[in-house]
């Protein structure tokens, strides 16, 4: 039951949000994705006066997707920053903000912009502490969401996992849920090494289950620290943002097969928990990959590197499959753009491939 | 004090005078002897006058010059030159790797600017960055250690010639035109800590086509940011002259809605000055912000030494090479003996 509503509720419809609040008992939070994201800068906004927000449309228009919202209201001109649209410029002045002393929140209205600014990113601010031998920190949150939405063709739909997780001095975070984009928010502003937050767009409408300990205002997650979603003994399924989804869905129906799966949430691709992955891998001696982004030099790719360089590949019972985007432009056309990404039935496939079942 | 001083002087030339008829060196006198209490304590200069754009009126057309402050910048200045020309060496010899982009010709840009504004004022600029490194207050040796690879470089020889980082000095900056954008971004901290202090971003003729530069421009003027951009014009972007690169050449009136000066690079005292009027500007929070354009031509040759030691021992007029005085040969014997400018 649990599972088919999790389906219903991911479809993001608000009905349905009101309906399960009087399904569900009052102690147990359901909280959508941008709210947890809106509630974490607010918290890490009031608390530090150094840490304040910019972007296109954040302030008076309660940010281009609602993340946002009412945080111009209550912080003013100042502290929530409207820029036109000039990404390399504003992205560089958030870096040039963050090494006089400022914690920035750097918000691109999706990281296919990101790529407008790359060097701001890549060359001003991750690069700069090891350059300056910790001269010079740079204190800065890129965030945004990334990845395919809906519809939004081929210039708007680039998973940027790979790309910044290539590069040392940057730290790079995707979380799933709503706790994780809690604690993990919180967890990079208050770092002071640039991060790359990749949130994803499709799930910021989705309610999810927060405990107790989730709402305490210092409550953060561990950057570099994966979580595993579900325990399993036949197959480990490693995964980051929407996909762990994905991932839960395809467990709960291989499950009524006698196939148990075992979903690990990244968290954090760089630095990537590999010993959480081991350890799952040489307890399964399988395991299959799920991400949105392209193949080649993927997420997926990394992964079976680490897998093979480490000490879980004595363990391995069957080549590690990876279940990625289509390697093709994302296309317009529904059907098209459903079968470019990873479905529920694709994760299904690999892992009967990989257990010969 | 100066009657002391000049009872003093006096006194020892004739002492000199008795013990020199006395002594060894039959014949010899002292002519005439110099002391402290001659030397002009001060002097004023006339100074270029600096185009403007969207600007009422410009810095003033005279400069005063103590002699403290003359020989500050002449030791500056000195300091530089002499620093580039041995890394310039040490790139011949390969002792220093990769790029090194020397500062030599332009020093009279960075003391200028450096007495203008105020330590805990910011700066940052690109690559040719090592005459600012010294006068932001990291030491020679520490500049040419870096330079070198060496533990005891500014950035532990992690850096190299582009990347050396000091308190309220952010680099050096290797990609052109990066680091205009993260010099608006330390004037908004500056505007966002309400601390006065302002920001001197600089670039070069080259970056002055780069995009970004616009972007930051933009958001400069309207979020009235504390930041003063330099164009330093040496005519060449790399082997490029600005007539082949730029549709434009008014680097000053490039910055559109944002005020600029033209001034002569090559002398520290219209530098200082424009810098000053520039930094005023933006600390009185009248518009914010201000473009300021400097000529400066790089050194032709490297045997172009900056003064020759004879020079110095006559009495004739000298062109110290970015430190220009009014060519009044006793103004400058008036200013300085000999001796303290030879070291």
């Known amino acids: 039951m649990a599972a088919s509503l999790r389906c219903f509720l991911r479809s993001g419809k608000v009905g349905t949000f009101l309906v399960i609040l009087k399904l569900f008992p009052s102690d147990c939070r359901l909280v959508t994705v941008r709210d947890a994201l809106n509630q974490a800068m607010d918290e890490e906004l009031e608390r530090d006066e150094r840490v304040f927000l910019l972007g ?25 920053i409207d820029t036109p649209i000039s990404e390399m410029g504003f992205a560089g002045i958030a870096v040039g903000a963050a090494m006089a002393g400022l914690r920035p929140i750097c918000e691109f209205m999706t990281f296919n912009f990101s790529m407008q600014a790359i060097d701001q990113v890549i060359n001003s601010a991750a690069k700069t502490y090891y350059m300056s031998a910790g001269l010079q920190p740079v204190p800065i949150v890129f965030r945004g969401p990334n990845g395919a939405s809906a519809g939004v063709a081929a210039q708007h739909s680039q998973c940027f996992a790979a790309w910044y997780a290539h590069c ?14 809690r604690g993990l928010l919180k967890a990079a502003i208050r770092d002071d090494n640039p991060v790359v937050f990749l949130e994803n767009e499709l799930l910021y409408g989705v309610p999810f289950e927060m405990s107790d300990e989730s709402q305490s205002k210092d409550f953060t997650i561990p950057i570099g620290k994966a979580k595993v979603e579900r325990q399993g003994s036949h197959v480990t399924l490693v995964s980051h943002s929407r996909f762990v989804g994905h991932c839960l869905d395809a467990a709960a129906v291989l499950a009524k097969e006698g196939v148990d799966c075992e979903v690990i949430n990244l968290r954090t691709i760089r630095p990537m928990d590999v010993e ?23 997420v997926g790719a990394e992964i079976c590197a680490r897998i093979m360089e480490g000490p879980a590949f004595n363990f391995l019972d069957a080549p590690v499959t990876r279940v990625t985007g289509v390697d093709i432009p994302m296309p317009y056309a529904k059907i098209l753009e459903e079968n470019s990404l990873p479905q529920v039935k694709d994760i299904i496939f690999s892992v009967k491939k990989t257990l010969n079942v | 004090m100066k009657t002391m001083l000049a009872i003093i002087s006096n006194a020892l030339c004739r002492i000199t005078g008795r013990s020199a008829v006395s002594g060894s060196t039959l014949g010899a006198r002292v002519v005439a002897s110099r002391s402290l209490s001659d030397f002009t304590p001060q002097a004023t200069f006339d100074i270029k006058k600096c185009d403007v754009h969207r600007l009422e009126a410009g810095p003033p057309v005279r400069a005063e010059l103590t002699r403290e402050q003359g020989l500050q910048y002449y030791r500056t200045m000195q300091t530089v030159r002499r620093m580039e020309l041995k890394a310039d060496q040490l790139y011949k010899q390969k002792i220093i790797r990769g790029f090194c982009h020397l500062y030599d010709g332009q020093e009279a840009c960075a003391a200028g600017i450096e007495a203008a504004i105020n330590p805990s004022d910011h700066l940052i600029t690109a690559y040719r ?36 980082y000091a308190p309220h000095f952010y680099g050096g900056n290797g990609i052109v035109g990066a ?3 993260l010099g608006a971004g330390i004037a908004l901290a500056c505007q966002y800590q309400g601390n006065n202090q302002i920001c001197v971003t600089l670039y070069g003729d ?51 809605f944002i005020p600029g000066l033209r001034v002569d690079g090559m002398d520290v005292l219209c530098v200082r000055e424009a810098a000053k009027f520039a930094a005023d500007h933006c600390r009185a929070g009248k518009v914010s912000e201000a473009l300021l354009l400097l000529l400066a031509m790089r050194a032709p040759a490297r045997g172009d030494a900056i003064l020759g030691r004879h020079a110095f021992l006559g ?19 008036d200013f300085y003996g000999s001796s303290e400018l030879l070291h």
């Not at chain 1, 993340?67 to 502290?79: A, F, N, P, T």
């Not at chain 1, 790079?172 to 994780?180: F, G, R, T």
């Not at chain 2, 006068?135 to 040796?141: A, E």
């Not at chain 2, 616009?214 to 979020?223: G, H, K, S, V, Y």
């Open chain 1, 276 to 298: 959480c992955i081991e350890g799952s891998v040489m307890k399964t001696n399988h395991l299959v990959t799920v991400e949105g982004g392209w193949p080649q030099f993927g």
């Open chain 2, 129 to 164: 960055a090592h005459g600012y490194t010294f006068t932001r207050g990291v030491s020679i040796r520490e500049i040419l250690a870096e330079l070198t690879g060496r533990r005891g470089g500014v950035a532990k020889g992690k850096g190299g010639s582009m990347h050396m």
């Open chain 2, 206 to 256: 080259g970056a002055a086509n780069q995009g970004q530069l616009f972007e930051t421009f933009n958001m400069a003027a309207l979020w009235k940011l504390p930041c003063i951009f330099v164009c330093e014009n040496n005519k060449y972007g790399m082997g490029t002259s600005v007539e082949r690169a730029s549709a434009s050449t008014d680097y000053y009136k490039r910055g559109d």
């Open chain 1, 168 to 181: 040392p001095g940057l730290k790079v975070v995707s979380p799933w849920n709503s706790e994780d984009a």
């Open chain 2, 315 to 333: 009495i004739t007029p000298v062109r110290v090479k970015g430190l220009t005085f009014a060519n009044v040969s006793s103004l400058i014997c």
């Open chain 2, 179 to 181: 680091q205009v954008p």
């Open chain 1, 56 to 80: 296109e449309e954040v302030a008076q228009y309660d940010g281009a997707y609602k993340v946002s919202r009412g945080l111009w209201k209550k912080y003013g001109d100042k502290r929530i």
